[in-house]
């Protein structure tokens, strides 16, 4: 069984530029999640999709950042314009049907923001 | 929100020493479900156990075993004869229930260092 896909998994960009995460998931899961995972700190649950539906994204900075997950399947994550705190690795995860199952991440984009 | 502590952030064990990890986590809820993940330096998270709240039997697969406590809260990790390849940041992940879409705010995670 294939795990979660993620691209790119790195990017270097200047701020003010912008940018855009894709993560397809595990065949057959319902629930995607993003995170941001800052070095050093644990992973910081940015939205949560179940199917095409939004559950969770009280921790997304809208000014900047959105997501979409259209038909219920892949999923961008968009930063525009980038800060340089937005340097970080970014997680996408899928579980079968809600966050009560097993989460299964995938390797993460890591990005730089000069 | 539901939380978990992990004391703490960095331990160094020499190889072949057993060696617990300690989570304690908060919740108003009485149905939920715990997670390990660990994430060695590679940077990708890996699951390592699921464990129901109604559930407080230890676990154990391999040289990993799990002591859930209800009482106290708590949902330790021990790694028996530990190796070099344990080696990663591990995370209890904050609890999950069905009801409840509370913030998931993950800790800094426990940092171990498995030394030859």
């Known amino acids: 069984e294939a795990g979660v896909a993620q691209s790119p998994r790195y990017k270097i960009i200047e701020k003010r530029q912008s940018v855009a995460f894709w993560c397809n998931p595990i065949s057959g899961h319902a629930t995607l999640y993003w995170y941001q995972q800052i070095l050093g700190q644990g992973p910081k649950l940015l939205i949560q999709?179940?199917?095409?539906?939004?559950?969770?994204d009280s921790q997304l900075p809208k000014d900047r950042f959105s997501a979409e997950r259209l038909k219920g399947v892949d999923s961008t994550l968009k930063i525009q314009p980038a800060k340089l705190e937005d340097s970080a690795v970014y997680l996408c995860?899928?579980?079968?049907?809600?966050?009560?199952?097993?989460?299964?991440f995938g390797p993460g984009t890591r990005l730089t923001v000069l | 929100a539901q939380k978990v502590t992990q004391a703490q952030t960095e331990i160094s064990v020499v190889e072949k020493e057993d060696v617990t990890l300690d989570c304690v986590y908060e919740t108003r809820d009485t149905t939920y479900y715990l997670f390990w993940y660990k994430q060695p330096p590679s940077g990708e998270l890996v699951f390592l156990i699921r464990?129901?709240?109604?559930?407080?039997q230890n676990e154990i697969s391999g040289r990993y075993s799990w002591n859930f406590q209800k009482s106290t809260s708590s949902f330790n990790f021990t790694i028996t004869a530990s190796q070099v390849v344990d080696s990663a940041v591990y995370f209890c992940?904050?609890?999950?229930?069905?009801?409840?879409?509370?913030?998931?705010?993950f800790g800094p995670g426990t940092s171990l260092s498995v030394i030859p």
């Open positions: 995860a899928s579980s079968q049907w809600d966050s009560t199952d097993t989460q299964y």
């Open positions: 999709f179940q199917n095409n539906g939004v559950v969770d």
């Open positions: 464990r129901n709240s109604f559930d407080e």
């Open positions: 992940a904050p609890p999950s229930t069905k009801t409840s879409y509370d913030k998931v705010i």
